[in-house]
């Protein structure tokens, strides 16, 4: 019997590379997306890297009546909640509009979702639940503070799908905590195309090295760290979709919070040199001041969801940024090409 399984947000960034492996594990997939950060030309890549077709169903998740008409025509049996805006600095000058979107989204799919009787969820957390940490790996029973609207947005809905969990014991829900994503897929044909000047280190120096943009600036190279430069538990987005495959398996009646990442660190100067080696191009870098709200070393302890989930992320930082730039160079300009 095959599960039908409701993706949204599965033309973005991390929501297309699950989508990918969904198909190739023999779910049916419904992806809902209102295409605002995303693209449909994700959507076609994925049926043909899955080699299914994928029910396409552009909905703007805050409606609710458009929700509920997803659920009507499709048989979903679970459910994998990617969709929703996380822009950083967006969210500090715009705190409504994340709010409303974020929460009122989750709230709608959480309604329908018991409405129709479907009550396997896998949710798209953060690490940046956690805010600046005070011990280094973070576990998942650090404390959650985070410094930012958009960091809030992803507590509080954590925090409705515990109590929605407590209050109905039929509820089974993984929340999923990621730390930093990148990477592509092995083909090249998918990956991270960030709108506008892009917010995160790895997109950017990929401009870089295809020549879209002139140098990186390093936020930064006096931070209490081996080369001064930020530290993060970047995590390759294939190993992390077969986290969220591993999550689906394994849901549990309530709900329970999970770190993805690799346990490893890795420095800007790092990621720029290696990036340098797998590209052969130059990236010019010039050290600026911190940014703010930065932090200087994010790690994740990751055994209890390699314990749980019986998942571990494999990829190497080489690997990851030998496939964003496969991704990047036949794609100078992202889907738009
Ligand atoms: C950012 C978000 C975080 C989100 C995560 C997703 C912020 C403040 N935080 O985290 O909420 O969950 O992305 O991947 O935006 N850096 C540079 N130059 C650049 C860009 C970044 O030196 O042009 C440095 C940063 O200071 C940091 C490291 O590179 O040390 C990684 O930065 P980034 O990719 O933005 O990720 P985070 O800041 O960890």
Redesign the pocket.
């Known amino acids: 019997m095959t599960r039908t399984i409701l993706v949204t947000g599965g033309a973005g960034y991390i929501g297309s590379h699950t989508s990918v492996l969904l198909l190739q594990r023999g779910f049916d997939i419904v992806i809902a997306d209102d295409l605002s950060n995303s693209s449909l030309r994700a959507v076609e890549t994925i049926e043909v890297l899955g080699d299914r077709r994928v029910a396409f169903e552009e909905v703007d998740l805050t409606d609710q009546a458009a929700v509920a008409g997803v659920f009507d025509r499709h048989p979903i049996e679970g459910v994998i909640h990617f969709a929703g805006v996380?822009?950083?600095?967006e969210s500090v000058q715009e705190p409504l509009r994340y709010y409303r979107t974020n929460l009122t989204s989750a709230m709608n799919l959480l309604d329908e979702m018991a409405a129709h009787e479907v009550w396997d969820l896998v949710f798209s957390s953060?690490?940046?639940v956690y805010g600046d940490p005070e011990m280094l790996p973070i576990d998942e029973s650090a404390p959650t503070r985070?410094?930012?609207p958009?960091?809030r947005t992803?507590l509080m809905i954590e925090d409705i799908c515990r109590d929605v969990a407590r209050a109905d014991r039929r509820w089974r829900i993984n929340l999923l905590r990621?730390?930093?994503?990148?990477g592509a897929h092995s083909s090249g044909d998918l990956g991270e195309d960030p709108r506008g000047i892009?917010?995160?280190?790895?997109?950017?120096?990929m401009q870089v090295a295809v020549g879209r943009r002139q140098q990186?600036?390093?936020?930064?190279n006096d931070?209490d760290t081996p080369d001064g430069?930020?530290?993060?538990d970047y995590i390759h987005v294939l190993d992390l979709a077969e986290g969220h495959l591993a999550a689906l398996d394994h849901l549990e009646t309530g709900c329970d919070e999970l770190n993805l990442g690799t346990g490893h660190g890795a420095?800007?100067f790092e990621?720029i040199k290696t990036t340098e080696n797998v590209s052969g191009k130059a990236i010019p870098?010039e050290v600026?001041d911190?940014?703010?709200?930065?932090?200087?070393c994010?790690l994740a302890e990751v055994s209890k969801a390699n314990r749980r989930l019986d998942w571990r992320a494999d990829r190497n930082l080489e690997v990851m940024l030998s496939d964003a730039w496969r991704w990047q160079s036949k794609h100078p300009e992202g889907y738009g090409d």
């Not at 996380?86 to 600095?89: E, L």
């Not at 990621?178 to 990148?182: C, E, L, Q, T």
């Not at 911190?290 to 200087?296: C, P, Q, T």
């Open positions: 996380k822009a950083v600095g953060s690490a940046t985070p410094t930012n958009y960091g992803k990621y730390f930093n994503p990148i892009p917010n995160n280190l790895v997109p950017f120096v990186v600036e390093v936020f930064g931070w430069t930020g530290v993060r420095s800007v990621v870098f600026v911190r940014r703010a709200g930065d932090i200087a994010s």
